[in-house]
């Protein structure tokens, strides 16, 4: 919880978004899955951050700090090593750009294995998933896994965490929302 820059901001979004949102965020992803920039007006991000603010929360350093070391307490998160992602293979993004599509996929399937990595045995939320932006994938499983162990911490701690400030409360009722959407992103 210390130590860190209360400047940087963390965006927490749903994975599986209702619509309009979900379409936005698609277009605003296809664009910049083959345009290096936006050619389109208004400019493809626009209506996508316009449509999906309710399905995101944006903390600071502090603030995840806050929600870090409830989990930590709750056990509703686990210490543990952050996976590998693939190299990036590409001198430019101009590189990217004209690579083959199969060799682009390839590296996007690479990269979304070590967004969602879980470490097999464990319960919970990884807490390096929590700890600095992403890109990483918080899945619906550790988020109920992570949830069931709050409810499980003695009632104590809870009723501490619970009165302790608006963040923790904030925190736990965003989370179970994308529970059942596919858990969320951290970027």
């Keep these: 919880m210390h130590g860190f820059d209360e400047g940087v901001e963390f965006s927490l979004e749903w994975e599986e978004l209702p619509e309009p949102a979900a379409s936005a965020r698609g277009r605003y992803e296809d664009c910049l899955e083959h345009h290096p920039e936006c050619p389109h007006a208004p400019h493809c991000r626009e209506p ?3 449509a999906v603010g309710e399905y995101r929360m944006v903390l600071d350093g502090h603030q995840l700090g806050v929600c870090r070391e409830g989990m930590r307490r709750t056990g509703m998160s686990y210490p543990a090593e952050e996976p590998e992602f693939p190299d990036w293979p590409f001198a430019t ?4 750009y004209a690579a083959p599509q199969d060799v682009r996929d390839a590296h996007k399937a690479a990269d979304r294995a070590a967004r969602v990595y879980r470490v097999p045995g464990m319960a919970g939320i990884p807490e390096f998933k ?3 932006s992403g890109p990483w994938s918080v899945g619906p499983e550790e988020i109920g896994e992570a949830l ?3 409810e499980a911490a003695p009632a104590g701690v809870r009723a501490e965490l ?6 923790w409360p904030l925190w736990l009722d965003w989370l179970r929302d994308p529970a059942g959407r596919g858990g969320f992103r951290v970027d």
């Design 148 to 150: 069931g162990r709050y």
């Design 162 to 167: 619970e009165g302790g400030g608006v963040v």
């Design 130 to 132: 929590v700890r600095e």
């Design 93 to 96: 993004t101009a590189e990217w």
């Design 48 to 50: 996508y951050e316009a």
